[in-house]
C-alpha cells in the first residue's frame, strides 16, 4: 500500500517562496498536489506523471512547479509568487485514474479520481 508524508508546510509573507515536500513508499503513474481550505473540498494544484508530464490548476500556473525526485522516493512543490488566498492545508495525493486524451494519457485535478492521500501541512500565506 502506498504511504505518503508531507513536510515543509511553514508560515511565509506574501510574495514569499516555500518548497513542499512528499515522501511515498511507491510511486504511482499519476502523483498530484492538493490543497483545502475550511468548509471546502480538497482543490488540485497539480500533477505529475511518470512520463514527466505536469499539469497545473490555473490560479497557480507559472508560480508552482512540481518536481519528482524519484530515486529518493521523494515528491515536491516549489511555490513562489505566494498569496493570501494560497493558504490552506496542502496534500499529496497518488494512484491517480489515467485518461485517454486523445494521443496521451492525462491525469485530472478532480478529488474523486485520487486513491491515496498524505495528512497534509500548513501553509499560511501573511499579507
Known amino acids: 500500500q502506498v504511504k505518503l508524508t508531507e513536510s515543509g508546510g511553514d508560515s511565509v509573507q506574501s510574495g514569499g517562496s516555500l518548497s513542499l515536500s512528499c515522501s511515498y513508499t511507491?510511486?504511482?503513474?499519476?502523483m498530484a498536489w492538493f490543497r483545502q481550505v475550511p468548509g471546502k473540498g480538497r482543490e488540485g494544484v497539480g500533477y505529475?506523471?511518470?512520463?514527466?508530464?505536469?499539469d497545473y490548476a490555473d490560479s497557480v500556473k507559472g508560480r508552482f512547479i512540481i518536481t519528482q525526485d524519484i530515486a529518493n522516493n521523494m515528491l515536491y512543490l516549489r511555490m513562489n509568487g505566494l498569496r493570501p488566498d494560497d493558504t490552506a492545508t496542502y496534500y499529496c495525493?497518488?494512484?491517480?485514474?489515467?485518461?485517454?486524451?486523445?494521443?496521451?494519457?492525462?491525469?485530472?485535478?478532480?478529488?474523486?479520481?485520487?486513491?491515496?492521500w498524505g495528512q497534509g501541512t500548513q501553509v499560511t500565506v501573511s499579507s
Open positions: 505529475m506523471m511518470d512520463d514527466g508530464r505536469t
Open positions: 511507491t510511486s504511482t503513474s499519476c
Open positions: 495525493a497518488a494512484g491517480g485514474a489515467r485518461y485517454w486524451s486523445g494521443d496521451h494519457y492525462e491525469c485530472k485535478l478532480r478529488e474523486d479520481t485520487w486513491l491515496v
